[in-house]
């Protein structure tokens, strides 16, 4: 079982920086994947980011490269996700979610989901 807390999320103008911590409680092994994915209203989860908890190998949707860094700290079972440059299309709630998949991008992949925080970006 892993738990994991998100914690970070608010309002913030269109061109600003927000960060989200995501930390995680339980059994954390070694091949797992910390992802963010994100949902604005009326519209389907989709994968933002994700780190390979061993190596730190990153993954990216398009839409953030260049704008958003996923980071880990192994040692406080935390994940973070820095977000720069924000823009209105970011508005949504992000989730963080543990998998053991190779499919860091897919949601049904990811076993385990915190309960999310909402990110407003105004314009």
């Known amino acids: 079982q892993v738990q994991l807390v998100e914690s970070g999320g608010g309002l913030v103008q269109a061109g600003g920086s927000l960060s989200l911590s995501c930390a995680a409680s339980?059994?954390?092994?070694?091949?797992?994947?910390m992802g963010w994915f994100r949902q604005a209203p009326g519209k389907e989860r989709e994968f933002v980011a994700a780190v390979r908890w061993s190596g730190g190998d990153t993954y990216y949707t398009d839409s953030v490269k260049g704008r958003f860094t996923i980071s880990r700290d192994n040692a406080k079972n935390t994940v973070y996700l820095k977000m720069s440059s924000l823009k209105v299309e970011d508005t949504a709630v992000y989730y963080c979610?543990?998998?053991?998949?190779?499919?860091?991008?897919?949601?049904?992949?990811?076993?385990?989901w915190g309960q999310g925080t909402q990110v407003t970006v105004s314009s």
């Open positions: 339980g059994r954390i092994v070694s091949r797992y994947v």
């Open positions: 979610a543990v998998t053991a998949s190779a499919r860091v991008e897919m949601g049904d992949a990811y076993g385990y």
